[in-house]
């Protein structure tokens, strides 16, 4: 089984791409959303977290997603620490559930920071979704309502569009000219003839 590592820029259309991709058949693991859930759920990080940002982050056993954001945004010595405890534990998951998958020819992990947490090293591909930085703006103000200075600040805290697209082995441009089923189409022919 082929196994490709999807990221691109918050507001750069990779969920799209992984929805589409999931149409088509392909099983994909969304690092976000499982990361979330594991946050949530599991007694080992909700021990280490507490521990070090107080019992306060699980209000009735719930996350507290906006004080954890709060806490670790701007500050990169508790974002480190954050990272170093749910980073192992999606990676443990990822795995196990790419196991679950062994009938399919390919799978597809979508990470908004696939380089930096260090899961492009478990891929055999690497894909980019890029898009212009207006129109991902314009999308996040749509989608979240957020103020322009905020979503600058989000782009700015993540890796460049160039430094992404240098690391990766192929991209899709997410840009409203290009169609994303074409290059999706072409994408998959190139990975089943790895």
Do not use: C
């Not at 010595?77 to 534990?89: E, F, G, L, M, W």
């Not at 600040?153 to 569009?161: A, D, F, G, M």
């Not at 990766?168 to 997410?174: A, E, P, Q, R």
């Amino acid at each position: 089984m082929k196994v490709i590592g999807l990221t691109g820029g918050i507001g750069s259309g990779k969920s799209t791409v992984s929805r589409l991709l999931n149409i088509m058949g392909i099983p994909v693991y969304v690092a976000d959303t499982e990361s979330k859930r594991l946050t949530e759920s599991s007694p080992d990080i909700r021990e280490k977290l507490t521990e070090r940002f107080g019992t306060e982050l699980y209000a009735e056993g719930k996350l507290n997603k906006a004080l954890l954001a709060s806490l670790i945004f701007g500050n990169e010595t508790d974002r480190r620490y954050v990272n170093s405890v749910i980073h192992p534990a999606v990676r443990i998951d990822f795995e196990q559930w790419v196991l679950r998958q062994a009938r399919f020819p390919v799978s597809v992990i979508e990470a908004a920071i696939l380089f930096e947490s260090g899961f492009a090293d478990s891929v055999d591909m690497t894909v980019t979704v890029a898009a212009p930085e207006d129109l991902r703006i314009r999308r996040i103000e749509l989608r979240e309502g957020w103020s322009q200075a905020s979503i600058v600040s989000r782009i700015r805290s993540q890796l460049t569009e160039e430094e992404r697209i240098s690391r990766s082995d192929y991209v899709i441009y997410n840009d409203d000219r290009q169609a994303l089923i074409p290059q999706i189409e072409k994408l998959l022919e190139k990975i089943y003839n790895l």
